[in-house]
């Protein structure tokens, strides 16, 4: 690795020979660095599960699915406190057609923990050269 630090000690044999003994140790960024990248990908991977269920949730929506079905309740249920801030964002109401309706404000959520998760990794990586 470019970031370990070799150390060279030279000993003299009873024959006469120089060998050379060559020791590395790594510093401790590497492990603070090691820390960051498993809280980065601990970062997207919370943030990936949110946007799959939010992303569920605005197919399903969009699609008219039956809200009585168990597996949509339990997304719909699932997913409430992640929109619930979005509700009301705008002062139109959600376009309907049928029973399908489009929940801009689930997508308004989408890009907003995006960023935000974005931005946090932005904050854990700051001091990485």
Do not use: C
């Not at 590497?30 to 960051?36: G, I, R």
């Amino acid at each position: 690795m470019t970031d370990d630090i070799q150390q060279v000690r030279e000993t003299t044999t009873q024959s006469g020979d120089t060998v050379q003994k060559i020791t590395e140790v790594k510093k401790s960024r590497d492990e603070a660095t090691h820390l960051q990248n498993v809280v980065e990908k601990l970062i997207w991977y919370v943030a990936g599960v949110l946007l799959v269920l939010l992303g569920f949730r605005f197919l399903l929506s969009l699609l008219g699915a039956n809200t009585s079905n168990s597996f949509a309740n339990f997304i719909y249920r699932l997913s409430h406190p992640f929109v619930a801030p979005f509700f009301g964002l705008f002062n139109y109401k959600t376009k309907v057609t049928g029973t399908s309706h489009f929940e801009i404000y689930t997508l308004v959520a989408m890009l907003v923990y995006i960023v935000v998760a974005w931005g946090i990794v932005e904050l854990v990586s700051l001091n990485r050269e």
